[in-house]
């Protein structure tokens, strides 16, 4: 919502600084948005005549002229515009004066040899618009020296306020100025709206028909005849031009202007192009044509309502007029609509057409639904004593909206809701100034809201009209109320171990990243997603537009883009959602992380080395560590995804449930994302991980054995398919209670290795709580250990 | 058969097996001699044997020398060792010398991500006023989005949400991603009974992608529905967190009239701030800086949730997490939180010990 000062003073009377004005708004609920005072920056700009203008004797392209600036003798100017000539007005900036839209301070000086004290200025030049064909053209009266600024209007500075969708009151200039006379910022100035007389009767008239009753509830019209529609007056024009309208003629001015000055959005027909004696609202016939003011054709469906003549449609009612019937500058007969629509209606319509108009915007807000029944004298005497002519008898048609409605509101409802203390008479003066009507009570009040103000829905809207015209600033500032004097955790396990999740692959040196919940189909197709339901309708781009099943596609995607960065090296976790359906319980929390290149930089201790499986199936045993998973009980599977490499990766078990899955990024999904080399990851869903069971903050009671720990080592010769974990598991049987650790220490194939078999070398550790074990202790547990990996994996101690 | 000589030849063989002693070298030469002296065979040990032959009175005396002259040569010997050690010691150590100058193993601690960090902040500081953590679905209902609060069809709110949409499921209901946490409102009030007290961190979307806006971004909505609640304690409360979170005591923060359909009365919240020099400092100044949406629950909400409007009353509020990590921490683009760029994680990342807490400070450290 633009406006500018003096357009506001039409409303309000006030002695108050515009400074204090634009303090105020903001706090009234009007964000000031943009302040623009045009005239700042042109002060030594005046209006000059041209006495002479001749060609440049160095320069084909520039003329010098002689300037009657109004005081003194006549300055040289050189001068490149082509218009710029003897006897015209233009605007004259002197040597010394800054010129903004060349960001330049004019010097004195010569171009190829003649002086030139200034500047015949453009209105680019001025940055009063892109116009830079030649030099301002003044009208012929222009009084010569006069300040440029004033004469042109741009001294009257514009104000841009951001309206809230509930404030459709203040989408008009006297909206504002009463809000502003409620907070006791000057007082609102009476405006004539006072019926015309009519000096006929209007030769058209409404109709509307039985089903578009709900949609117009009341709608009134005005003939004009013997109009002149010529160009719109100077202070007109100027205030349009300064809020960004273009002037079109007087008519269409007109109706530009009272939609901004009272937010009444009205609609011009001419007569003379209307076919038949009436105009009907209906609905819009399936398919049915338009062609509205925008040159733009509409294809109209029976859901849609029109105003329609005997030849067709041609207004999208609220929205946008026709062109057939519009007014033009040769219009001299005008029929005025001024009508109540049903804002949903309005609203549904103009979004299936796509058509974002001004009129629309304050018809779907809501609009003062008895502005019909007040506003046409108004409008007929603007018209009139612009455009000359004479006015009709007003027509009206439909029962009118009901709008009346009353509120209780208690005398403490603002203490209560808000902690302010209101003097009861300033609630009701608060109220009153913004054109409520109170009616005392026992302790309360009956409140009845204006009809410009249909947000108004209960008690809760009254406490905000009286507390923002009050004032925040005299909120208390109440503490919370403290429940426990120690705070109480705010986080449930669940969330909790999600913080240490963090933590602990942070501290393993992953990264965290947080991608985009969507990625694009062909990649949630490689990850198992890219269903229907998880696909958006309306996406930004194709790029992202379905809800990711996985992280891992979009953690490899910042790799990549890290890898076209030069980073040889790229590490990165990510903790969020993932989506195996549309419905809530579908969505699970992820973690995945992956490790691309190597596991550090080339450097003199040779730590160096190519991310593997093992990494990766660190970091998941790291993670579920984190979450509290003992993982040495954990089985680990072999295999995985279609995305992972099938011979090198695994998923780490428990019971039934997978916990997490790990391996190296298959080599064709690389190369889909135009990674190089070797990248490995893993992925959970935290969801699947269960939570330690609660057993309280005391741990089991540890004993520590005073006898010595014993380790024997076993080398072991299997099949090579044997899975070192199931070799490990008979150890581990085998070794019986006493067993306290156990460890695979070499994996050998190759010389003195038999083809088609491996060795695998284990060490254990038994701890003995009792007393220091014998040799033939020890010895047959040994025993049972060679015996059981042989039972169960075929094992053959190595001699 | 040796005799065992006159004081006086004891006293000369003391002081040259003094002088041998400290004369040797390495610890294989002092061994020989300790041998030599005092082995079974040494002559110490074969001067001591002689003594069975004396008269008592000489073999008294001559015992008392004797093992004195023993102890001498034991602790002159034992002297000499640890002399001898110590020097083996350094000579080793010095041969063991490297260049420390050289780089140590490379560490591989990396970064927690700004809005992990922010949002871990923003809890520790809701923990101590006594709010609980909620959670509620990406992907969400028409209803728990708009309708239950209060943005019924084709309100003109619902266009400045630019909601991203999914297919309608098999009863026809239209899915959306959720434009701001406020839906976990709805789902919190169903589920539980008054008091409230929650925030809710989460992912929220909107169809708009330029320098300062996201598809994606983070929202913290918070609730509060209890006996006696009113916007007095919404301001305090935002005033307290406001001041805890930026680390400024006495920041100016101010209530501005606004409208959001959830809340009834609503109030954009302001905290003061300067732009001296081009730089943005959050604290008293001139100019103000809008950080979060707030309100008191409008009623018709409440009644949707199940919560009958006279009995209950409260505030909500919803701030964007990125804005607010932006302006504490200098990050200047919207837009990096999300490219994963390891430059950017290094530096406006976080250590991931560097855990903020009222008792050690809200303030991360830089990296």
Same mark, same amino acid.
């Given at each position: 919502?633009?406006?500018?000062?003096?357009?506001?003073?039409?409303?309000?009377?006030?002695?108050?600084?515009?400074?204090?004005?634009?303090?105020?708004?903001?706090?009234?609920?009007?964000?000031?948005?943009?302040?623009?005072?045009?005239?700042?920056?042109?002060?030594?700009?005046?209006?000059?005549?041209?006495?002479?203008?001749?060609?440049?004797?160095?320069?084909?392209?520039?003329?010098?002229?002689?300037?009657?600036?109004?005081?003194?003798?006549?300055?040289?100017?050189?001068?490149?515009?082509?218009?710029?000539?003897?006897?015209?007005?233009?605007?004259?900036?002197?040597?010394?004066?800054?010129?903004?839209?060349?960001?330049?301070?004019?010097?004195?000086?010569?171009?190829?040899?003649?002086?030139?004290?200034?500047?015949?200025?453009?209105? =680019?030049?001025?940055?009063?618009?892109?116009?830079?064909?030649?030099?301002?053209?003044?009208?012929?009266?222009?009084?010569?020296?006069?300040?440029?600024?004033?004469?042109?209007?741009?001294d009257d500075p514009i104000i841009e306020i951001a309206i809230t969708p509930n404030r459709a009151d203040c989408l008009s200039v006297?909206?504002?100025? =009463?809000?502003?006379?409620?907070?006791?910022?000057?007082?609102?100035?009476?405006?004539?709206?006072?019926?015309?007389?009519?000096?006929?009767d209007s030769p058209i008239t409404w109709n509307i028909d039985a089903d578009a009753r709900a949609f117009c509830p009341r709608i009134s019209g005005c003939a004009f005849r013997g109009l002149r529609n010529g160009t719109s007056p100077a202070w007109m024009a100027q205030r349009l031009t300064a809020i960004g309208q273009r002037p079109i003629s007087a008519l269409v001015d007109i109706t530009n202007?009272?939609?901004?000055?009272?937010?009444?959005?009205?609609?011009?027909?001419?007569?003379?192009?209307?076919?038949?004696?009436?105009?009907?609202?209906?609905?819009?016939?399936?398919?049915?044509?338009?062609?509205?003011?925008?040159?733009?054709?509409?294809?109209? %469906?029976?859901?849609?309502?029109?105003?329609? %003549?005997?030849?067709?449609?041609?207004?999208?009612?609220?929205?946008?007029?026709?062109? =057939?019937?519009?007014?033009?500058?040769?219009?001299t007969d005008m029929f005025l609509e001024v009508a109540i629509f049903d804002p949903i209606s309005v609203a549904t319509t103009a979004r299936k057409l796509n058509i974002n108009s001004d009129a629309r915007h304050r018809f779907e807000r809501g609009?003062?639904?008895?502005s019909p029944d007040w506003v046409q004298g108004h409008i007929a005497r603007l018209v009139t004593s612009i455009c000359g002519g004479e006015a009709s008898y007003v027509t009206t048609a439909g029962e009118g909206a009901q709008w009346q409605r009353e509120i209780t509101l208690d005398a403490d409802k603002v203490k209560r809701l808000t902690g302010m203390d209101v003097p009861a008479a300033d609630q009701v003066a608060i109220l009153e100034s913004l054109g409520f009507n109170v009616a005392a009570g026992d302790g309360e009040w009956t409140v009845s809201p204006p009809p410009w103000r249909?947000?108004?829905?209960?008690?809760?809207?009254?406490?905000?009209?009286?507390? =923002?015209?009050?004032?925040?600033?005299?909120?208390?500032?109440?503490?919370?109320?403290?429940?426990?004097?120690?705070?109480?955790?705010?986080?449930?396990?669940?969330?909790?171990?999600?913080?240490?999740?963090?933590?602990?692959?942070?501290?393993?040196?992953?990264?965290?990243?947080?991608?985009f919940s969507f990625l694009s189909g062909p990649q949630a197709a490689a990850f198992g997603g890219g269903a229907a339901n998880l696909t958006l309708v309306n996406p930004?781009?194709? %790029?992202?537009?379905?809800?990711?099943?996985?992280?891992?596609?979009?953690?490899?995607?910042?790799?990549?883009?890290?890898?076209?960065?030069?980073?040889?090296?790229?590490?990165?976790?990510?903790?969020?959602?993932?989506?195996?359906?549309?419905?809530?319980?579908?969505?699970?929390?992820?973690?995945?992380?992956?490790?691309?290149?190597?596991?550090?930089?080339?450097?003199?201790?040779?730590?160096?080395?190519?991310?593997?499986?093992?990494?990766?199936?660190?970091?998941?045993?790291?993670?579920?560590?984190?979450?509290?998973v003992r993982t040495g009980g954990l089985k680990v599977s072999v295999g995985g995804a279609d995305y992972l490499h099938p011979g090198r990766s695994g998923q780490l078990v428990q019971g039934r449930t997978v916990l997490a899955s790990f391996g190296e990024i298959h080599p064709k999904i690389l190369d889909d994302f135009g990674l190089r080399g070797v990248a490995v990851g893993f992925e959970m869903h935290l969801d699947d991980v269960p939570l330690p069971k609660a057993k309280g903050p005391a741990r089991t009671l540890l004993t520590m054995s005073v006898f010595q720990p014993v380790t024997r080592d076993f080398a072991f010769i299997v099949d090579s398919e044997t899975v070192a974990g199931d070799l490990l598991k008979a150890v581990r049987s085998g070794a019986g209670p006493l067993l306290s650790d156990s460890a695979v220490f070499d994996v050998y194939q190759g010389e003195n290795i038999e083809a088609g078999k491996k060795s695998v070398a284990v060490t254990i550790t038994l701890s003995p709580s009792k007393a220091t074990l014998t040799d033939d202790e020890i010895d047959q547990i040994s025993n049972s250990v060679i015996k059981l990996a042989e039972t169960n994996c075929g094992a053959v101690l190595r001699s | 058969?040796?005799?065992?000589?006159?004081?006086?030849? @004891?006293?000369?063989?003391?002081?040259?097996?003094?002088?041998?002693?400290?004369?040797? *070298? *390495? @610890?294989?030469?002092? &061994?020989?001699?300790?041998?030599? @002296?005092?082995?079974?065979?040494?002559?110490? *040990?074969?001067?001591?044997? &002689?003594?069975?032959?004396?008269?008592?009175?000489?073999?008294?005396?001559?015992?008392? &020398? @004797?093992?004195?002259?023993?102890?001498?040569?034991?602790?002159?010997?034992?002297?000499?060792?640890?002399?001898?050690?110590?020097?083996?010691?350094?000579?080793?150590?010095?041969?063991?010398?490297?260049?420390?100058?050289?780089? *140590?193993?490379?560490?591989?601690?990396?970064?927690?991500?700004?809005?992990?960090?922010?949002?871990?902040?923003?809890?520790?500081?809701?923990? &101590?006023?006594?709010?609980?953590?909620?959670?509620?679905?990406?992907?969400?209902?028409?209803?728990?989005?708009?309708?239950?609060?209060?943005?019924?069809?084709?309100?003109?709110?619902?266009?400045?949400h630019d909601t991203f949409y999914l297919p309608p499921d098999a009863e026809g209901k239209r899915k959306v991603l959720r434009t701001h946490t406020s839906p976990v409102q709805v789902r919190t009030m169903e589920a539980t009974e008054p008091p409230v007290r929650i925030i809710v961190p989460g992912r929220t979307y909107r169809s708009d992608h330029d320098a300062t806006h996201s598809p994606m971004f983070h929202q913290c909505e918070g609730l509060v529905i209890a006996d006696g609640i009113h916007m007095g304690h919404l301001n305090g409360c935002l005033i307290d967190f406001c001041r805890a979170f930026f680390g400024v005591d006495g920041l100016p923060v101010r209530f501005r009239p606004s409208y959001f359909p959830f809340t009834e009365p609503s109030a954009e919240v302001d905290i003061g701030c300067t732009r001296d020099g081009g730089g943005l400092k959050i604290g008293a100044g001139d100019d103000w800086l809008e950080i979060l949406g707030s309100g008191m629950v409008n009623p018709r909400v409440l009644a949707n949730c199940g919560y009958d409007p006279e009995k209950y009353q409260g505030f909500a509020f919803g701030m964007g997490i990125e804005r607010i990590a932006m302006l504490k921490y200098g990050i200047p683009d919207l837009r990096t939180f999300y490219d994963s760029d390891l430059r950017w994680m290094r530096h406006y990342g976080f250590l991931p010990f560097d855990a903020p807490s009222v008792h050690a400070g809200l303030v991360g450290g830089s990296s």
């Open positions: 919502m633009k406006f500018t000062r003096d357009w506001l003073f039409d409303h309000l009377a006030t002695d108050r600084p515009l400074d204090e004005i634009l303090d105020i708004l903001p706090m009234l609920g009007l964000e000031v948005e943009c302040y623009t005072d045009r005239s700042a920056a042109l002060t030594s700009f005046t209006i000059a005549e041209v006495i002479s203008a001749k060609q440049h004797p160095n320069a084909n392209k520039l003329r010098v002229c002689m300037v009657n600036t109004g005081s003194g003798d006549p300055v040289q100017v050189v001068c490149g515009a082509p218009n710029a000539r003897a006897g015209m007005k233009g605007v004259f900036a002197p040597a010394g004066a800054y010129v903004p839209g060349i960001d330049l301070k004019l010097k004195s000086g010569k171009i190829r040899g003649e002086a030139s004290n200034g500047m015949l200025c453009s209105e =680019r030049e001025m940055e009063l618009s892109d116009e830079h064909d030649g030099i301002i053209d003044l009208p012929s009266d222009a009084p010569v020296g006069a300040a440029f600024a004033p004469y042109a209007g741009l006297r909206g504002v100025a =009463r809000d502003l006379a409620a907070a006791g910022y000057g007082s609102l100035k009476e405006v004539d709206f006072s019926p015309h007389d009519g000096a006929f202007y009272v939609m901004i000055d009272l937010g009444r959005p009205l609609h011009a027909y001419d007569i003379n192009k209307i076919t038949g004696d009436s105009l009907t609202i209906r609905a819009a016939g399936d398919g049915e044509m338009m062609t509205a003011l925008n040159e733009k054709e509409y294809k109209l %469906d029976a859901g849609m309502f029109i105003i329609a %003549d005997a030849h067709g449609a041609d207004d999208l009612a609220g929205i946008m007029g026709g062109e =057939r019937t519009g007014v033009s500058e040769t219009t609009l003062d639904v008895t249909g947000d108004i829905d209960g008690a809760a809207d009254l406490v905000e009209e009286i507390g =923002r015209i009050h004032g925040y600033e005299h909120l208390p500032m109440d503490h919370l109320p403290r429940e426990h004097v120690v705070a109480q955790p705010s986080l449930n396990p669940a969330q909790a171990r999600q913080f240490r999740l963090r933590r602990a692959l942070a501290s393993r040196g992953l990264m965290e990243a947080v991608t930004i781009s194709a %790029d992202l537009s379905v809800m990711r099943p996985s992280i891992l596609p979009n953690l490899m995607a910042a790799a990549a883009r890290n890898q076209d960065r030069g980073e040889a090296d790229v590490n990165l976790f990510e903790v969020g959602p993932v989506f195996l359906g549309d419905a809530p319980d579908d969505q699970r929390t992820a973690c995945s992380g992956i490790r691309h290149g190597t596991t550090a930089i080339r450097e003199w201790h040779g730590s160096q080395r190519k991310v593997d499986v093992f990494d990766a199936k660190a970091d998941a045993e790291a993670a579920l560590a984190a979450l509290g | 058969m040796t005799e065992i000589g006159t004081m006086q030849d @004891l006293e000369a063989l003391a002081a040259e097996i003094a002088t041998a002693i400290e004369s040797v *070298s *390495s @610890l294989e030469a002092l &061994e020989a001699i300790r041998i030599d @002296l005092l082995g079974k065979k040494g002559r110490v *040990s074969l001067m001591m044997r &002689e003594l069975g032959g004396m008269d008592p009175e000489a073999r008294k005396q001559a015992g008392q &020398e @004797l093992n004195r002259l023993k102890d001498r040569i034991a602790t002159a010997i034992e002297l000499r060792q640890t002399l001898l050690g110590d020097a083996a010691l350094n000579d080793r150590l010095a041969a063991e010398a490297v260049d420390v100058t050289l780089p *140590s193993r490379p560490h591989t601690e990396a970064r927690l991500h700004p809005l992990s960090r922010t949002i871990e902040e923003v809890v520790a500081i809701f923990a &101590e006023m006594g709010f609980t953590v909620a959670e509620g679905p990406d992907i969400e209902s028409d209803y728990y989005n708009f309708t239950a609060l209060n943005i019924p069809e084709e309100h003109p709110a619902r266009q400045e």
